[in-house]
């Protein structure tokens, strides 16, 4: 199970942290990553953890958005700062069971239920 949370709406250049918590298959190598739609559009990986601790951003998120994990509570972190407009939609948690190169959203098999997140300008 994938659980996400820490959602919200926001004004431009706000800040957002949002949390995944894995359970019920994780081990040390459990990969853990996030994901993003926004309306109309395909889902697009936007950062995630490697098994080897690699840490992988989407170039639009940068410099802005930093990606966390804490094995040992197989939780995962995503704090956005200087958040725009364009980074409005709707936020996913997946996991997979270990990362060693980028994968695309139909590679990772277990999904969260996404958290929205609104950025107004």
């Known amino acids: 199970q994938v659980l996400e949370s820490g959602g919200g709406s926001v004004q431009a250049g706000g800040s957002l942290r949002l949390t995944c918590l894995a359970s019920?298959?994780?081990?040390?190598?459990?990969?853990m990553g996030w994901f993003r739609q926004a309306l109309g559009k395909e889902r697009e990986h936007v950062a995630h953890?490697?098994?080897?601790?690699?840490?992988r951003y989407a170039d639009a998120v940068k410099g802005r958005f930093t990606v966390s994990k804490d094995t040992e509570k197989n939780t995962a972190y995503l704090q956005m700062n200087n958040l725009q407009p364009e980074d409005t939609g709707m936020y996913y948690c997946?996991?997979?069971?270990?990362?060693?190169?980028?994968?695309?959203?139909?590679?990772?098999?277990?999904w969260g239920q996404g958290t929205q997140v609104t950025v107004s300008s």
């Open positions: 997946a996991a997979r069971d270990y990362c060693l190169r980028d994968y695309g959203p139909e590679e990772w098999p277990y």
């Open positions: 019920g298959y994780t081990s040390s190598n459990t990969c």
């Open positions: 953890v490697g098994t080897d601790g690699n840490l």
